[in-house]
């Protein structure tokens, strides 16, 4: 009896199944051969079509992960915030470029694919794993998608996005720039799906992290490497190195640095998990150095207001560590000013957080044609939504410039079409009601995360809630001054994170009664469901475990 093979007998809604474990692994790898002989077929068709290196890596590179993403289906969400951490949304141009011309937002035709394939790796990948997640639920007698409590809202700004590109087409607007407009907020919802579907347990939190901290940690060695090496510690050199770059990194990656930066304030102050903190500081000098070199304000000022967002939140969760809390904020408060009056009138690297402050006071040269650009271009923007304030505009119209906007790239494709206040572009493009749905979402998402975060007995948990309302108060923040709204990267990791932060009240840990470990062979099903009383899968084991 000792080697006997167990027998599972599992409960449906038509009686009781027998599954033996040899018949169920023999199935598993018959569905697995196909799915290897289909991705096959594929890469050699998809071949077939074009020889370009490009093109070819990217469409490898996808095949080799599907099967990956079939067996576990989390694994796209991990590749969805690596990705929005990692590749750059356009290509840079310089010669040491190697994430920003990879096909994960680029389309497969602009690598080099043929002219009809016009999605990108990213929404490859985001299908496969939600088809992936639907079918093995409706397997389960399941809703094939768990939606979870923001669906609702995110849903309602989303069915104004559609009645807006209905709205902008039909009004003469240009389709594929419309297209190219609601790209980025589908990719919010679509993000938010698949964070609710594949998060089920506490143990995923810190892969997630420890994925971002390892996408940082390489942006932040490309960026030194092109400041130290490729532009030989001279930024003056940018534009003629890189044909469509005006800065050493893309201008998002200083958002991201800066998050990368609050991250570790979060893991210092709430000690989360010293494993992390500890290798993210080691990981922290190159970073740093591409965050100065990148020379972003917006970067700059989401740091600053993420800093005192995480004192704020620490110092009212936080209650034993207060006289800590205040021994900091004492010091910060005795340094800042030393620091601010010695780097007030510098040029150096070390001294562009003043330089960001600065500009916002007494703006000159390079900030000043910027401040004024994006007030003009506000004015512009508020006498477009006067035009049609109800409905909006619709996407793909061009934008009316009743003022001409000073510094103005024309270089770039749809400098027409979204302005630099993405805030105002929402009001512009889907009217009022898609405003207030866009603003209730944003509102609904933040307080959601609040509330988690006060309730939660876990400091991990509690610590990823804090992340979520840091970044998602400073992509406001960024959707104000930079084009945070249609930015890919932004908008990934934004939706993740509003999926991520419904499924932490979910885990046993959030109320601090976390129960045995489970088995790492545990069915899709069993981990989705909390261990709650009145909840537990019908399964029934006969024989030796």
Known sequence: MANQTPVIISASGRGFALRHPRLSSIRQLLVYGALAFLVLFIGVVSGSWSDEPGYIGVVIGILLVLPL??????????????????????????????????????????????????????????????????????????????????????????????????????????????????????YLFVAYLIAVNTISNRKQLPIIFWVIIG????????????????????????????????????????????????????????????????????????VVLSFLTNQRRAGNLVLILGAALIFVMAFYLLRSRRKHLLVVCLLMAMISPVYLAATWTSRSIIAEPTRAVRSLIFPEGRDSTSNLSREIEAVDLKYNIQSSPLYGRGYGRSIIFYIPVPGIKYDFVYWDIVPHNTILWVWMRIGIVG??????????????????????????????????????LTWLLMATFDMGLVDFREMLLVGALMGIVTRLPHMPEYQGTSEVEPDENTTAEHEQVPNIPGNRPRTLHIGPR
Not at 134 to 140: D, G, K, Q, Y
Not at 152 to 179: D, H, K, P, Q, T
Not at 223 to 250: K, P, Q, Y
Not at 436 to 446: D, E, H, K, L, P
């Open 69 to 186: 993403i079939w067996n576990r289906p989390a694994l796209g969400l991990y590749i969805t915030i690596g990705g929005a951490f990692v590749f750059e949304t356009f290509p840079l141009g310089f010669p040491d470029s190697i994430t920003d011309d990879s096909g994960f937002f680029q389309t497969l035709r602009a690598v080099g694919g043929p002219r009809f394939l016009i999605f990108n790796g990213f929404e490859i990948i985001a299908v496969f794993t939600l088809a992936a997640v639907a079918l093995r639920r409706i397997s389960e007698k399941k809703i094939p998608l768990e939606t979870g409590p923001l669906f609702l809202a995110i849903s309602f700004y989303m069915a104004m996005v559609m009645f807006g590109f209905l709205n902008g087409v039909m009004r003469g607007g240009n389709i594929e720039a419309a297209l190219w407009e609601i790209r980025t907020q589908v």
């Open 215 to 286: 996408s940082v940690a390489l942006k932040g060695l490309i960026g030194s490497w092109r400041f130290l090496v490729t532009l030989d510690g001279e930024l003056r050199g940018i534009t003629s190195i890189a044909r469509s770059a005006n800065s050493v990194m893309a201008h998002e990656e200083s958002y991201l640095f800066a998050l990368f930066f609050c991250f570790i304030l979060i893991l210092y102050l709430f000690r989360s998990h010293r494993g992390q903190l500890t290798v993210a500081i080691l990981v922290m000098a190159p």
């Open 435 to 472: 405003f207030s749905a866009f603003w209730f979402m944003s509102g609904r998402a933040i307080v959601h995360s609040l509330l988690v975060a006060k309730n939660a007995r876990d400091k991990y948990i509690q610590s990823t809630a804090v992340f979520a309302v840091v970044t998602m």
